[in-house]
């Protein structure tokens, strides 16, 4: 069992969960993750690993409630456990001294960049940071961010806060700068990392995207996660997550991920419906 040893709320749709993991502590790099599951029979999710403290052996996973499981998985509090936390696993950044690296953080996709942000800053990078998300009230660890980062910008769709523009506008400007670029690693909705590989294609920036695709196993065994980069199929559990944003088949990618919407959608309203049903019995 996997006990949470702390929980925070980053937005209204966003939690944070600290949890005691000592042996995957020991060995996690910074772009891999972890499978979780809430209970023994549960779906298992794929979660980017945002933090890590091997002294303590614990790790920080950040999520978004979009379907039945993480409405559970949110439910959760200090002192409870995970049924299972499987890892690490996939392939871990590439951590060397680039030069200039441009880190793009678009809502949840702030939280797995970070580490890695960390990583090529000590690596003796010069770190410069674009995050966003869609309101105010969805942007999270800008002030972990700047520790981390050289220089950051930041956006927020509507307006609502700093500069109103998406990411790919302050990535686009730098790119036209003439300031030179090495590298930009981009993670976020797939929308978003399909269009921070288009920004940077016509300037030829090598440009990393984390993939989140449908997985089951995490061990390369049930071809879930299966994507075309590069015009191969490729599978994000075990040649990745991390792949060449300019070489992969996005529309492909997002078809996939919308396979099973409708099944999530019910599975969603169901588990809405027994919550209610429960609170009904309790009152």
């Not at 770190?127 to 910008?153: C, K, N, S, Y």
Request: proline share 4%; glycine share 10%.
């Amino acid at each position: 069992m996997y006990r949470i040893t702390a929980r925070e709320d980053l937005a209204p749709v966003t939690k944070l969960f600290v949890v005691e993991a000592p042996e995957v502590a020991r060995k996690c790099k910074s772009g891999q993750f972890v499978i979780v599951r809430v209970s023994e029979h549960g779906e298992r999710v794929p979660l980017t690993i945002a933090d890590y403290d091997r002294q303590r052996g614990e790790l920080t996973i950040v999520f978004q409630v979009v379907g039945k499981t993480t409405a559970e998985l949110s439910t959760l509090g200090v002192g409870d456990s995970l049924a299972s936390l499987t890892g690490p696993l996939g392939l871990p950044t590439e951590i060397e001294k680039y030069g200039t690296v441009v880190m793009v953080g678009g809502g949840v996709g702030i939280a797995p960049i970070f580490p890695i942000a960390r990583d090529l800053k000590e690596a003796g990078n010069y770190v410069i940071g674009i995050i966003g998300a869609r309101t105010r009230e969805l942007l999270f660890w800008e002030d972990r961010m700047r520790t981390v980062t050289d220089e950051l910008i930041v956006c927020t769709d509507d307006g609502s806060y700093a500069r109103k523009a998406l990411v790919t506008e302050p990535l686009k400007e730098l790119c036209q700068s003439g300031r030179t670029i090495h590298r930009v690693w981009g993670i976020g909705p797939a929308i978003m990392m399909k269009f921070v590989s288009l920004t940077t294609k016509p300037f030829g920036i090598q440009t990393i995207v984390s993939l989140n695709s449908i997985m089951v196993d995490g061990t390369g065994m049930c071809g879930a996660c299966r994507v075309v980069v590069g015009g191969r199929t490729r599978f994000c559990c075990v040649h990745g997550p991390e792949f060449d944003g300019h070489e992969v088949d996005w529309d492909l990618l997002m078809a996939r991920q919308r396979i099973y919407l409708d099944k999530e959608k019910l599975a969603l309203e169901r588990y809405q419906q027994l919550c209610e049903a429960h609170r009904e019995t309790v009152h």
